[in-house]
């Protein structure tokens, strides 16, 4: 196992990256078992695969793409069923201050191939390039995506969002 | 909407005993790495022991002599032991079709010549419509998409049915009459927004795909699960299209009956039960 992740050791990646894993991991899901199943197996992997990265930005879409693997993988294991955790009108893992039509809240209502690229692009601030390759998809893909995205935010909020480009 | 509100993780509560397990992952690990190089090992000894098994066997056959062929008796010879093989015709249909939102969908008549089947095994009776368990699921006859597009219109197809003579390889004893072997192409064109600013790719991030056909009285042919394996479909990506292809046995109508009663649908859709396609044939 290597000692340095992008110059970090493995705890300082872990407490550093530990809320950005988790939140595309409950983003995906939508269920905080299979948010947590996927959380660990992606530090495993980070663990036991160790990869060399150029910088903390690579790192840190690494560990991204592979939470989104982990979930997507986990998600078809389980079958189309939806937890009870998804089923329920705001999501129990976002906080209490978390209303309703929230960015959040409003965002695990849309379809998660569109939620994927919402998130990375608004949340983690991910250039489109990157998501591309977090998502394995073209950067044209990915622009379809967030265009499609948006318009279902939209017709949620029933608005234009104060979203800067 | 303010910037705050895009901070994902701040509203999100993740539990300490988390970050607690995935910290004392390196404490674990090693044992699983020693488990993992052992079988590494095991695996590339077994490669290597049947290699040099294979070679020895190689070389040591290599050495045996072979005896001649026994030539054939002309009374064999003249008695076939193998039955007729007959051909199949498999006709690709290019039905048709309008936009999405346009259906029911159109008419596209399919003529199949005389088809005699292969072994094909006899499809199970399905009793009803499966629903999906979580998704929508396109409602039959009248179908309806789940969600209403905002990408360009689909163009239209021209319907052209090609046929292509297969030799199968075996013959089953199943009456010629029961199936036919059915091959759908479903093209998509799709005209670029010329409000888009980017190069359109709306039907490369296609998930799954899948394909039901039914028949006139509305029940699915096959498995009623609809989205078992026996209704996935393939998508065949090139340039700036994207041709949808689903292959089904069907059982053979009376031929005798009336034409709607011969008559089927068929609907290509996603794993959420959006319907990407639809159109009809009759055998």
């Known amino acids: 196992m290597q000692d340095s992740y992008a110059g970090l050791s493995y705890e300082q990646a872990v407490q550093k990256y530990a809320h950005a894993v988790a939140s595309a991991c409950l983003m995906r899901t939508g269920s905080y078992a299979d948010a947590e199943d996927c959380f660990q197996n992606t530090f495993l992997k980070l663990y036991t695969s160790s990869p060399l990265f150029k910088d903390e930005q690579h790192l840190k879409a690494w560990l991204l793409r592979v939470a989104i693997n982990e979930c997507r993988s986990a998600l078809r294991t389980r079958g189309r069923l939806l937890p009870l955790e998804a089923a329920a009108g705001t999501p129990v893992f976002l906080d209490e201050d978390a209303c309703a039509d929230s960015f959040p809240a409003v965002l695990m209502l849309i379809k998660p191939k569109y939620r994927e690229a919402l998130y990375l692009h608004y949340c983690e601030d991910c250039p489109i390039n990157e998501i591309a390759a977090i998502l394995g998809k073209n950067i044209n893909t990915v622009k379809t995506l967030l265009r499609r995205g948006r318009e279902q935010i939209k017709e949620l909020y029933g608005g234009e969002p104060d979203a800067q480009e | ?283």
């Open chain 2, 1 to 283: 909407m303010p910037k705050n509100e895009f901070d994902f993780s701040k509203h999100i509560k993740v539990p300490d005993e988390w970050i607690e397990k995935a910290l004392a992952i390196p404490s674990s690990a090693p044992a699983q790495q020693h488990i993992r190089m052992s079988r590494r090992l095991v695996a590339a000894a077994s490669v290597v022991l049947v290699l040099g098994l294979s070679i020895g066997l190689y070389f040591s056959f290599r050495n045996i002599s072979v005896p001649p062929a026994v030539a054939p008796t002309p009374a064999a010879a003249s008695t076939p032991t193998e039955p007729t093989l007959s051909p199949v015709v498999i006709v690709t249909v290019t039905p048709t079709v309008s936009a999405p939102t346009d259906l029911p969908p159109t008419d596209a008549q399919v003529t199949f010549p005389t088809l005699t089947p292969t072994q094909i095994p006899t499809l199970p009776q399905p009793t009803s419509l499966t629903e999906h368990p979580d998704e929508v699921t396109p409602s039959l006859p009248a179908a309806e998409p789940t969600e209403q597009p905002t990408q360009p219109a689909v163009q239209p197809t021209e319907a052209n049915i090609t046929s292509q003579t297969v030799y199968p390889t075996d013959e089953a004893d199943a009456d010629p009459d029961d199936v036919a072997y059915t091959e759908i192409c479903h093209p998509l064109f799709v005209a670029p927004d010329p409000d888009e600013p980017y190069p359109l790719s709306v039907w490369e991030d296609l998930d799954d795909v899948y394909c039901c056909i039914c028949d006139s009285s509305g029940r699915v042919v096959g498995d009623p699960d609809l989205y078992s394996a026996d209704h996935r479909a393939v998508q065949v990506v090139s340039n700036d299209s994207v041709t949808l292809n689903y292959t089904a046995a069907i059982p053979r109508p009376d031929q005798s009956a009336a034409i709607a009663s011969r008559r089927f649908t068929y609907r290509f859709y996603e794993s959420d039960g959006t319907i990407i396609a639809a159109g009809q044939f009759t055998l």
